[in-house]
């Protein structure tokens, strides 16, 4: 398997609370890893030790063959991420604030433009920042990581606080990435049902351990095999998460 990606034991402490527990992932070349886990599962704990944004405690990991910590500065020249709700200067356009970016990275001016297509924001790219909805700075955001076409794409939560109809325009931009450019993407989310529309692979990650890992019919297979309806994957990973409570809190009374 061509995997991109990949952790070993991948761990984080923080004083003597484990964020992220002995996770290893397999993301795919190509596709599309949707990252899913409740409020504080370790999700983007674990995107900010591959973006060398926080050092892992254990473990490591190896992106496109280079490995981490030894090749960090060329692991970052390959990914483009959104992490968490990005900021922009309020008083700059939508089109400043991406040149900004652009010239840290030292791109060409067209990449500016390019991002702005990318995400349909072109029409609004002279709009200050501040006038945007909450829809155009998601967008922003994307812009904003997709400047360069980076074969790597690392998205914290991207839909976020958005309505329906704009977490909708969220995931069929994210889908239609793949064929604009050459790219893998590591997409997380607290909800499976806003990610199984658009990823080829799932990762569930609850209290910082990886609970399940694998394509999305492998997943069906298991809601079958546990006696779920298999078109109706969001009871499952309920159902994992609340299996694995139940028996972290038998433990701790042990
Ligand atoms: N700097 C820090 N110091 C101490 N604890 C931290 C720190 N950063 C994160 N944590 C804890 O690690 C756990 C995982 O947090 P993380 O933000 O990775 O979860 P998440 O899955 O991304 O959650 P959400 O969906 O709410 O963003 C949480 O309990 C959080 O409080």
Redesign the pocket.
Same mark, same amino acid.
């Given at each position: 398997m061509n995997y991109i990606i990949t952790t070993e034991q991948l761990t #984080?402490k923080? #004083?003597n609370?484990t !964020?992220?527990n002995d996770v290893s992932l397999h993301i795919r070349k190509g596709s599309i890893y949707g990252f899913i886990?409740?409020? %504080?599962? %370790? #999700? !983007? +704990? +674990?995107m #900010?030790m591959l973006l060398g944004l +926080?050092v892992p405690t254990n473990g490591s990991f190896t992106i496109d063959g280079k490995h981490f910590p030894d090749d960090r500065l060329v692991i970052l020249k390959e990914i483009g991420s959104f992490i968490?709700s990005p900021s922009f200067y309020a008083n700059l356009t939508g089109r400043e604030n991406l040149d900004i970016i652009r010239r840290i990275l030292r791109l060409s001016k067209s990449s500016v433009e390019d991002a702005l297509e990318l995400v349909g924001l072109t029409e609004f790219g002279d709009r200050l920042a501040k006038k945007y909805s909450l829809g155009m700075k998601q967008r922003l955001g994307l812009a904003g990581a997709l400047l360069g076409r980076p074969p790597i794409l690392i998205l914290?939560?991207p839909t976020n606080g958005l309505d329906p109809s704009g977490i909708h325009e969220i995931r069929n931009l994210v889908k239609s990435l793949l064929n604009l450019y050459d790219c893998t993407i590591l997409i !997380?989310s607290?909800m499976l049902s806003e990610i199984e529309l658009i990823a080829d692979d799932i990762g569930i990650?609850n209290h %910082?351990r990886l609970l399940f890992e694998g394509s999305l019919d492998d997943l069906r297979q298991n809601a079958l095999q546990s006696g779920f309806a298999a078109d109706n994957l969001e009871d499952v990973f309920l159902s994992m998460v609340e299996k694995d409570n139940t028996a972290r809190k038998q433990r701790a009374k042990l």
């Open positions: #984080k923080y #004083k609370f !964020s992220v886990g409740p409020n %504080g599962a %370790g #999700k !983007s +704990t +674990t #900010k +926080t968490e914290d939560e !997380s607290h990650l %910082g």
